[in-house]
Each structure stands twice: as structure tokens, then as C-alpha cells.
């Protein structure tokens, strides 16, 4: 089982757009990595962040990026997870992310990775669709 840390999380991104650093969203990404260490100590899974906070040019340019994603208020996580094994436990254990207030993008929508987020997405859906 590995943790991850905040810095993992911000991938030098608090640096190179400090200006969209703001209060809010280093208290949002502190929650978030708060959230994914409970989960991986749930799991007993190894973490590694595939794609941490994402400021919204870097979104923008990101390829398949939903234009609202949860990723650029520090609200969203995506967990390095080429087999699906994480996704898989997830879907598995709903209590878990209840518990620990996670909600869980359908793993049909991210091969490779596992996307978490820390705030509910308007459906309300444990496991939604963008
Ligand atoms: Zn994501």
C-alpha cells in the first residue's frame, strides 16, 4: 500500500500557474489527497496520480477532458490503474466510497486510470457519466 502526497497531486502546477493556485482550491486539493489515501488504505492499493490538479488552460488542452471536470477545482483525482483493478474494487465496494465520500466515473469513460472525485456530480450517482 503507497500514499500519495500533496505534491504528487499538484504536479509543480501550484508553481507554474500560481495564478490559478487560489486559497480555495489548495484547501480543495488537500481534502481530495486526504479522501484518495483513505481509499488506497481501504483498498491496500499502491497510488500513483495519473492526472492531479488541472488548472483550466491545462484542461482545456487536455485530450477527452470534460469542460466542467471536477479536476480544476482540486475536486478530482485520477489513480494510475492500467488493469482495472482498482475501478473493478471500486464498483465492488460501494460502501467504501460511500463511507468515505468519493464518486466514481464509470470505468467504461477511463481506460488506465481510475477517476475520483470528492463532490457529488448533478446526477447524484455513486458511478456516473460525464
Ligand atoms: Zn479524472
Redesign the pocket.
Known amino acids: 500500500m503507497r500514499l500519495i502526497n500533496i505534491h504528487e497531486y499538484l504536479m509543480g502546477r501550484d508553481q507554474s500557474y500560481a495564478a490559478d493556485y487560489t486559497a480555495e482550491v489548495a484547501a480543495n486539493a488537500q481534502r481530495t489527497v486526504e479522501h484518495i489515501n483513505a481509499f488506497l488504505q481501504a483498498g491496500g492499493f499502491d497510488g500513483h496520480v495519473n492526472?492531479g490538479w488541472r488548472p483550466p488552460s491545462v484542461n482545456g488542452a487536455t485530450k477527452g477532458a470534460a469542460p466542467h471536470?471536477k479536476?480544476m477545482q482540486a475536486l478530482?483525482?485520477?489513480l494510475l490503474d492500467p488493469g482495472g483493478l482498482i475501478d473493478r474494487w471500486c464498483l465492488e465496494h460501494p460502501e467504501v466510497l460511500e463511507r468515505i465520500g468519493l464518486w466514481q466515473?464509470s470505468p467504461g469513460s477511463?481506460p488506465g486510470?481510475c477517476?475520483l472525485?470528492i463532490l457529488p456530480p448533478v446526477s447524484g450517482h455513486r458511478v456516473f457519466i460525464p
Open positions: 492526472s471536470s479536476h478530482a483525482c485520477d466515473e477511463t486510470w477517476h472525485q
